[in-house]
């Protein structure tokens, strides 16, 4: 079945460092990617998504592409904010039955130091 | 704004007594979801509604349920809560129609006493 294998945290940066996270799926066809953030005692916020290979996903100066070659979806961001501390869940929507469903990543999480 | 709404933020319950979870939405999709998120965990999907057709998952205790009595609401029961029942319950929805992601509301965190 489809599975999204994610960097396990914790990761610790100071502000203004570079940031990636690393993201790899394995799914039958083309499924849509997304990486959800949430921030403590709060719902998942989705952060960017992309549909089809080669796709970039963008918000907030965060980036993610789509790899359809190496089936992966890291997620990047020049200069993380001490605003930027939650939990990163890397997240797929695959094409076969049941696709309104989403397969997670176990999640990252970051802490930002000033 | 569009939006997904759950109620109540944070509840307690005693052990064993029933407690219902609501969440509404404002985005007239016709997907609905219910997940658990127990600490440091993803999400888990317990079952989703396509319009009112339910789709459980293997599993989900059947002493999880849950009701949709319009577009708008779900609802979320717990029959029998036990300790380990203690989470955060998260609804989100999407739209086969407009698009692929889902939106989730804040959550409501229950504690079981």
């Known amino acids: 079945g489809d599975s999204v294998t994610q960097m396990e945290g914790p990761v610790t940066l100071s502000e203004e460092a570079f940031l990636t996270i690393n993201c790899t799926y394995t799914?039958?066809?083309?499924?849509?990617l997304f990486w959800y953030v949430q921030y403590p005692g709060e719902g998942l916020q989705l952060l960017l998504k992309?549909?089809?290979?080669?796709d970039k996903g963008s918000n907030k100066g965060f980036e993610a592409t789509y790899r359809k070659e190496t089936t992966s979806f890291h997620l990047e961001k020049g200069s993380v904010q001490v605003s930027d501390s939650a939990v990163y869940f890397c997240?797929?929507?695959?094409?076969?039955?049941?696709?309104?469903?989403?397969?997670f990543g176990k999640g990252t999480k970051l802490t930002v130091n000033p | 704004d569009a939006m997904v709404i759950q109620n109540p933020r944070y509840q307690v319950t005693q052990f064993g007594k029933p407690v219902t979870l609501s969440c509404s939405q404002t985005?007239?999709?016709?997907?609905m979801y219910w997940y658990q998120q127990k600490s440091s965990q993803a999400p888990k999907l317990l079952f989703h509604?396509?319009?009112?057709?339910?789709?459980n998952e293997a599993d989900t205790p059947d002493n999880f349920q849950s009701r949709r009595p319009n577009t708008s609401f779900c609802f979320l029961d717990i029959r029998s809560p036990g300790l380990g029942d203690a989470a955060m319950y998260l609804c989100?929805?999407?739209?086969?129609?407009?698009?692929?992601?889902?939106?989730f509301g804040p959550g409501t965190r229950l504690t079981v006493t």
């Open positions: 989100a929805t999407s739209s086969r129609v407009t698009g692929t992601e889902q939106y």
């Open positions: 799914a039958t066809g083309y499924p849509s």
């Open positions: 992309a549909t089809k290979a080669d």
């Open positions: 997240a797929l929507r695959g094409t076969q039955g049941g696709s309104e469903k989403l397969v």
């Open positions: 985005l007239n999709h016709n997907v």
């Open positions: 509604y396509y319009d009112k057709d339910f789709n």
